[in-house]
């Protein structure tokens, strides 16, 4: 069985403040995908970001940063110099691969309130 | 690109009655998800279609529930004799499903509250 764990329920900064949001996952797959969804108070939830676990690097990508560590089972995200529009709530899920592939294990969110 | 879209975007029910949701994928997607989100949790997964071909079924759909894609395009849900428990969003989701884990992009949802 996969397993997402964010233990972070909710987290509160005031802009430029930089945040993480932690993200575990459990899986007895060798391999499989992590994705991180934003959504907003609008409700739709928004791709970020994929990464497969062959690839252990870093992104960036603007204010955004994604660590994976496999050693820890970790897929930590990064907000640099936070926005009021930021604000939001973040899901970290995880796939596997082969017939099931696309089949997402949800984490239960974390609630991001970015204060100007 | 129209994106994904759901249909309704809100339903009341009095329970006891049966409910049916529609989606619409974007054109050319060959997945199709549906997730049910309720309040404070993530979405948890409920079936998903490759085409005109239901895949897989998790055990949170029980047998009040049933998904179809005829044509493979659009896709609809069924609740039959909605339960209070059955009150949550229902997400829809599609993917191009031709290689690897492609990114899957999600409608609006349809928010059903049972009463």
């Known amino acids: 069985a996969q397993k997402v764990t964010q233990a972070q329920t909710e987290i509160s900064v005031v802009e430029k403040e930089d945040v993480t949001l932690d993200c575990v996952y459990e899986t007895r797959d060798t391999t499989y995908y992590l994705f991180w969804y934003k959504q907003p108070p609008s409700g739709e939830l928004v791709f970020l970001i994929r990464r497969n676990s062959f690839d252990e690097q870093n992104e960036i990508s603007g204010r955004y940063s994604w660590n994976f560590q496999k050693s820890t089972s970790s897929f930590n995200f990064t907000i640099t110099a936070s926005q009021v529009v930021d604000s939001a709530v973040y899901f970290c899920?995880?796939?596997?691969?082969?017939?099931?592939?696309?089949?997402?294990?949800f984490g239960q969110g974390t609630i991001l309130t970015v204060h100007p | 690109d129209t994106g994904v879209s759901q249909d309704p975007r809100h339903k009341i029910t009095k329970r006891g009655q049966n409910v049916t949701f529609r989606c619409d994928p974007i054109?050319?997607?060959?997945?199709l998800y549906w997730y049910r989100q309720t309040l404070g949790q993530g979405p948890e997964f409920l079936t998903y279609?490759?085409?005109?071909?239901?895949?897989?079924k998790s055990r949170l759909l029980s047998d009040r529930f049933s998904a179809e894609r005829p044509k493979g395009s659009f896709s609809t849900l069924e609740i039959q004799r909605t339960e209070q428990g059955d009150s949550a969003m229902y997400l829809c989701?599609?993917?191009?499903?031709?290689?690897?884990?492609?990114?899957?992009?999600f409608g609006p949802g349809t928010r059903l509250t049972v009463t």
């Open positions: 989701a599609s993917s191009l499903g031709l290689t690897g884990v492609d990114e899957q992009y």
């Open positions: 279609f490759q085409n005109e071909a239901q895949l897989e």
């Open positions: 054109s050319e997607h060959n997945r």
């Open positions: 899920a995880l796939s596997p691969l082969g017939t099931s592939y696309g089949k997402l294990t």
